[in-house]
């Protein structure tokens, strides 16, 4: 963070020795810039570490796993349990800075920065502040780094499922008034980009769907057990699939917006930008060169990108160079050359496979005729001494 202080920068004032009158101040004010820079701030302390007493965690199911020591399965809690408020609140405006996760890369968040009761402030080892686009974990933890499930838990309470990508979060017990809108919008509104959000005001129920899944994830805990305006103690589950079928369609329309956005950081830009006709001397090229010689055609986008596949597969790409054409069988070698009288079969090889080798090296083959045998062919022996 740098902030540009301008200092005036006073010049020498010059007097005339020819004139005895007093001079004018001829004072130049000159404007310069100071950078000054501020460093990012520590992450706050929010509670005091000496009150911080070690308490067993509380049930928060009804199966105890004694091989990952916590509660599973189950309801979160009985009603006295929803009447209790959050111990404490985060405040991201005030309790926002560094720690040492910030050093280290892929680092989670603080759950009990969510909650507002971490003691250790810039020593804690996650992060403190909210998250972002940038931020990418694993699909089956969170982005405080707990195991997520292969299904919901009855109060569709807890970590969340793995098979499904939820940004909505339920939100009921919420005490109604006239402005029970803006309330919820204020309030949730503080972690993270919303996208959308729907109140029955008769029920106090609202539905709030952010733009980011671990925003939704951080509000959730942020959330949970707090009040609005009113001292309510909110109830902020998972919401469950909403059988509007516009719902669909509009998730639908996400993912397709965000596989478009995928291709389209993976393609140059003047690629991209010809495709989807923003570039325009694309678009006159494509009306000159698709026009096929007949005004007033347009071609369409089928035909123009066919022909274009057509042209580029028809001509060799730039830089290939072309290999001379040369036999690289016999068979075609006996081809190319001239027909030559046949000569007697005299030697080792016959008369095709002389003229196949002569092709190949350029007529510089000669051949010699077999040794005429001085006498008659002896049969060998058997190498048993009884013969």
């Known amino acids: 963070m740098a902030d540009t202080v301008a200092e005036p920068e006073e010049a020498p004032i010059s007097n005339s020795p020819d004139n005895d009158a007093p001079a004018a101040d001829t004072t130049v004010v000159k404007k310069t810039k100071k950078i000054i820079r501020r460093k990012k701030r520590p992450a706050r302390t929010q509670v005091d570490p000496s009150f911080v007493k070690s308490e067993p965690p509380p049930q928060t199911g009804t199966i105890f796993n004694i091989w990952y020591a916590k509660w599973s ?3 979160r809690g009985d009603q006295q349990d929803l009447n209790t408020p959050a111990p404490g609140r985060c405040n991201i405006a005030r309790d926002s800075g560094y720690t040492r996760a910030d050093k280290v890369p892929g680092s989670f968040f603080c759950l009990f920065f969510a909650y507002g009761t971490c003691f250790k402030g810039p020593e804690c080892e996650y992060l403190h502040r909210l998250p972002t686009i940038h931020d990418l974990f694993n699909p089956n933890v969170d982005c405080f780094g707990r195991d997520k499930h292969s299904d919901y838990r009855d109060d569709m309470g807890g970590v969340g499922s793995f098979t499904r990508q939820n940004r909505t979060l ?3 017990r919420i005490h109604v008034t006239d402005d029970i809108e803006e309330v919820v919008a204020r309030h949730f509104a503080e972690w993270g980009q919303i996208e959308r959000t729907r109140v029955l005001t008769g029920r106090g129920v609202a539905f709030v769907t952010y733009s980011n899944e671990a925003n ?7 959330m949970s057990h707090q009040s609005l305006d009113n001292n309510e ?6 919401a469950t699939v909403d059988p509007n079928p516009m719902a669909h369609k509009r998730e639908a329309r996400r993912l397709e917006e965000q596989a478009a956005e995928a291709v ?3 393609l140059p830009a003047a690629f991209v930008a010809e495709i989807e006709g923003r570039d325009p001397e694309a678009k006159k090229r494509k009306k000159i060169e698709g026009s096929f010689g007949l005004d007033g ?7 123009w990108h066919a022909r274009t596949r057509q042209l580029e597969s028809s001509k060799p790409a730039a830089g290939e160079l072309e290999a001379p054409e040369q036999p690289l069988m016999i068979e075609s070698a006996t081809t190319a050359v001239a027909p030559a009288a046949p000569e007697p079969e005299s030697g080792i090889f ?3 496979t002389v003229a196949a080798l002569r092709g190949l ?3 510089n083959v000669r051949t010699q005729a077999a040794p005429k045998a001085s006498g008659p062919l002896v049969a060998y022996g058997s190498d048993d001494d009884s013969d």
């Not at 939704?216 to 942020?222: G, L």
């Not at 103690?233 to 998972?238: A, E, G, H, K």
């Open 73 to 75: 399965g189950g309801d």
């Open 297 to 303: 055609y347009d071609v369409p986008d089928d035909v």
């Open 216 to 222: 939704a994830q951080f509000a959730k805990e942020a």
């Open 233 to 238: 103690v909110l109830n902020v589950r998972w």
């Open 350 to 352: 016959s008369s095709a």
């Open 170 to 172: 339920y939100v009921g």
């Open 264 to 266: 389209r950081r993976a």
């Open 361 to 363: 090296a350029g007529g």
